[in-house]
């Protein structure tokens, strides 16, 4: 009986050895296992560089559309600008709303900074006029001068310099070359009844009677800056402000008279202001992340 006690004992000490033996495996081999876990998609920092395009719409005006008169026919125009029956001046006031296109690129050079060029076009309703109706002296009639100013498109090739106040809010400078399509016009009637009648330019009247105009596209500078908001890693938005000089025009005001004598020399300017709101669409040129 002894012996079988014996016996049975020694075959449970084997056993519990052999179980020890194999979890000690087990643990051994499971921690020299490779581990593995389900890696993060890799995003990619945001960044302003790329070109874009995208569209915009505003509202100039022009604040140095004065047209200065000249007499050259001295005996009637001399004599009533000098007078101030035909002004010496006239401000033109011309306003209105514009909307184009545009592109550009930017390069971000650091964490807060970025530099770029833009270009834009737009369609332009800047336009328009004013009159100064003449008090008559002696046997004069009354004489109406016309002074128009218009400005028909208007574009600009400019470079861009920002600071970047957050990651996605661009505070610029910008400035370059200006361009557009800007008219000037000159009239003189006459209204032989009171003031108010309808002006008249027959055979009596046709010395104060005048037209002159100048059309031509110009070139000039601008210079201005804004802010800039992406709201998305493609789209953003902006304010702008731009104040632009497209230069002066200089032309001959003629009689319609024949034949048409040139009785006056005018000189303006095509100087303003633009404030203008827009979208762009940035192009992701490392693809979808």
């Not at 990619?44 to 560089?49: G, I, R």
Request: overall charge positive; some cysteine; charged content about 10%.
């Amino acid at each position: 009986m002894f012996r079988e006690f014996k016996n049975g004992t020694r075959f449970i000490i084997v056993l519990t050895v052999l179980n020890f033996s194999s979890t000690g495996f087990k643990v051994a081999y499971a921690a020299d296992l490779p581990t593995y876990s389900k890696a993060s998609p890799v995003v990619a920092p945001f960044s302003w560089t790329g070109f874009y395009v995208g569209a915009n719409v505003g509202y100039g005006q022009s604040t140095a559309s004065s047209a200065q008169y000249t007499a050259i026919e001295q005996t009637f125009f001399g004599g009533r600008i000098a007078s101030g029956e035909i002004p010496s001046s006239l401000t033109a006031n011309a306003r209105g709303f514009l909307g184009g296109v545009q592109a550009g690129y930017n390069y971000q050079t650091g964490p807060q900074s970025m530099f770029g060029f833009e270009t834009d076009i737009a369609y332009s309703g800047i336009s328009g006029d004013r009159t100064k109706i003449s008090i008559p002296l002696g046997f004069d009639p009354v004489i109406i001068t016309t002074q128009k100013s218009t400005i028909d498109w208007f574009g600009t090739f400019r470079g861009r310099v920002g600071w970047l106040a957050t990651p996605s809010f661009l505070i610029y400078a910008t400035g370059g070359l200006a361009y557009g399509q800007g008219k000037a016009e000159t009239h003189t009637t006459v209204a032989p009844g009171p003031i108010g009648a309808p002006p008249t330019c027959g055979p009596l009247g046709n010395i104060f009677c005048s037209d002159g105009s100048s059309s031509k596209t110009r070139v000039g500078w601008t210079v201005g800056g804004g802010l800039e908001h992406m709201i998305g890693r493609n789209w953003s938005v902006k304010a702008e402000y731009l104040y632009y000089d497209l230069g002066g025009a200089s032309y001959t005001v003629f009689t319609q008279s024949p034949p048409p004598p040139a009785v006056m020399q005018a000189d303006t300017s095509f100087k303003g202001q633009i404030f203008r709101f827009g979208l762009n669409y940035k192009f992701d040129l490392a693809g979808p992340m």
